[in-house]
């Protein structure tokens, strides 16, 4: 017996169709990208941005995920430089959404806790530009990154000012917490909602000189079943469809 993915039917591969996508916040920790460290109550372990300088003995990654070299950390260096208190808060820009399209969050994210108890690794997201922030998901520790995507426009409507957030937490101190961020892309997909047009029978967007040629090639009985050519549905590629595709001329 062979499954895939390898531990289906618990989960399954996805697809997305779509006509294009307007990317709003793209970061592979390269640069700052507009992202604030905030903490609250924390002694170490604060968000900072580099090249990962932990030997991963302490549950650190010793390496970015998307390859560029850099990601965010939490107290990045070796030793014990975990996090401890918290939570530490690495918070995006304002991002203006546009008016249509599902928006998506994609990233990837690490998180090791040792003792597995109730610290997490959360990500938020904010429909009012940072005014209240509400639970996209949390994670209580995994082995090595993993990738995320969720879907926010459910949170965050359309024509609004939004913020993404994560929190990373070791509260009450009791635990080895290390905690990375890479990968981050905000975008909204677009989608072509146009119904088709009989008359396009070429099928290029526009209704002219190229679908006259189509139906002059293709004059007579429809053999085997309906064609393109047959804009008019009646089973014969003639005159009438010439006059249809003048008709809707465009």
Same mark, same amino acid.
């Given at each position: 017996t062979?499954?895939?993915?390898?531990?289906a039917?618990?989960?399954?591969?996805?697809a997305?169709?779509?006509?294009g996508? !307007?990317?709003?916040? #793209?970061?592979? *920790?390269?640069?700052?990208? $507009?992202?604030?460290?905030?903490?609250?109550?924390?002694?170490?372990?604060?968000?900072?941005? *580099?090249?990962?300088?932990?030997?991963?003995?302490?549950?650190?990654?010793?390496?970015?995920?998307?390859?560029? *070299?850099?990601?965010?950390?939490?107290?990045?260096?070796?030793?014990?430089?975990? @996090?401890?208190?918290?939570?530490?808060?690495?918070?995006?820009?304002?991002?203006? !959404?546009? =008016?249509? *399209?599902?928006?998506?969050?994609?990233?990837?994210?690490w998180?090791?806790?040792d003792?597995?108890d109730?610290?997490?690794?959360r990500t938020?997201?904010?429909?009012?530009?940072?005014?209240?922030?509400?639970?996209?998901?949390?994670?209580?520790?995994?082995?090595?990154?993993?990738?995320?995507?969720?879907?926010?426009?459910?949170?965050?409507?359309?024509?609004k000012?939004?913020?993404?957030?994560?929190l990373?937490?070791?509260?009450?101190?009791d635990?080895?917490?290390?905690?990375?961020?890479?990968?981050?892309r905000?975008? @909204?997909?677009?989608?072509?909602?146009?119904?088709?047009?009989p008359?396009? @029978?070429?099928?290029?967007?526009?209704? $002219?000189?190229?679908?006259?040629?189509?139906?002059?090639?293709?004059?007579g009985?429809c #053999? $085997?079943?309906?064609?393109? =050519?047959? @804009?008019?549905?009646?089973?014969?590629?003639?005159?009438?469809?010439?006059?249809?595709?003048?008709?809707?001329?465009?």
């Amino acid at each position: 017996t062979f499954t895939s993915p390898s531990n289906a039917p618990a989960t399954a591969w996805t697809a997305t169709s779509a006509t294009g996508r !307007v990317t709003l916040l #793209e970061d592979d *920790g390269q640069t700052p990208a $507009g992202w604030t460290v905030l903490n609250v109550e924390i002694t170490g372990g604060d968000w900072q941005r *580099g090249v990962p300088a932990g030997f991963g003995d302490r549950g650190d990654p010793t390496q970015d995920f998307d390859g560029s *070299g850099a990601c965010w950390l939490t107290q990045n260096g070796p030793g014990n430089t975990d @996090v401890d208190g918290g939570p530490t808060i690495l918070r995006s820009r304002e991002i203006a !959404v546009p =008016a249509t *399209g599902p928006l998506f969050l994609r990233y990837a994210r690490w998180f090791t806790n040792d003792d597995a108890d109730i610290d997490r690794l959360r990500t938020e997201c904010s429909p009012d530009g940072g005014a209240t922030w509400l639970l996209v998901e949390q994670t209580g520790g995994f082995a090595g990154w993993e990738e995320r995507t969720v879907r926010l426009d459910t949170i965050a409507a359309p024509g609004k000012v939004v913020r993404v957030r994560f929190l990373a937490t070791d509260n009450p101190n009791d635990s080895v917490t290390e905690a990375a961020i890479d990968a981050v892309r905000l975008e @909204v997909l677009e989608c072509d909602t146009t119904e088709p047009q009989p008359e396009d @029978v070429d099928g290029d967007g526009v209704i $002219g000189f190229g679908d006259l040629l189509v139906i002059l090639a293709a004059f007579g009985p429809c #053999e $085997g079943g309906p064609c393109p =050519a047959d @804009v008019d549905g009646d089973g014969t590629v003639s005159f009438n469809d010439l006059l249809a595709v003048l008709a809707a001329w465009n």
